[in-house]
């Protein structure tokens, strides 16, 4: 799996040099999990651990949602959702550091969106030294403040076991009561679907029904 996330990410970003980790691990205070993580930060993966098994994963647009939480799997009533259309901690940008290997491994700093920045997010770059990989990861991790803009929080059912962190999921809003549900398909017959979560139409609305199909498209 290991060899898999290698070529992943020379094929998502064309080039080798995303799939490399350079550090020399010399603190015995570093923990095993710590290591995994520093090695996923520069290479844009997620790191697992299951059952003494390590995964990768290439963090892309094309992840597939691995599960839906809805009201099956979701307490009542306990999803709180916030909404931020400012960045967090009014950062105008991200500052990385890193050492450039290919200018004589001189420790350098690189700023995003431009080097006018004056309240950065910084964001040590430990294993980088290639300047593309630093330019990479530090605009990865600026558009990753520009566009959160939604927060989800919900006590969930242990089926929630099977989720780690960075999977990518599916979410119902269930803050929404009212005007929109959740469920299942009972029932279809052409126009005609029964569904399992009671629903009342108006004659004066429109609305919208997204089904998830098996394979698990929506």
């Known amino acids: 799996r290991i060899y898999q996330a290698v070529d992943d990410l020379q094929a998502y970003f064309g080039s ?29 993966t997620h790191d697992r651990r299951v059952n003494r098994k390590i995964y990768y ?3 892309s647009a094309e992840n597939e949602p691995l599960i839906l939480f809805n009201h099956r799997n979701k307490q009542a009533k306990s999803e709180v959702r916030s909404y931020n259309f400012r960045v967090d901690n009014r950062h105008d940008g991200v500052e990385l550091s890193y050492v450039d290997s290919d200018d004589g491994w001189v420790e350098k700093t690189l700023k995003i969106p431009h080097d006018a920045i004056n309240n950065a997010k910084k964001i040590d770059g430990t294993g ?24 989800a929080s919900f006590t969930a059912y242990c089926e929630s076991d099977l989720v780690f962190r960075g999977d990518c999921i599916l979410n119902t809003d269930d803050t929404r009561l009212g005007n929109c549900t959740s469920g299942e398909i009972l029932n279809w017959n052409n126009l005609s679907i029964k569904v399992s979560q009671p629903f009342q139409l108006l004659v004066d609305q429109q609305y919208i029904i997204h089904l998830q199909l098996k394979s698990g498209a929506i």
């Open 128 to 151: 980088i030294v290639y300047r593309e990989q630093a330019h990479i990861v530090a605009w990865r991790a600026w558009n990753k403040l520009q566009f959160s803009r939604v927060t």
């Open 16 to 44: 080798e040099r995303m799939t490399e980790f350079n550090y020399t691990l010399d603190s015995t205070n570093t923990s095993f999990e710590e290591i995994m993580r520093m090695m996923s930060a520069v290479t844009c």
């Open 57 to 59: 994963e290439l963090e």
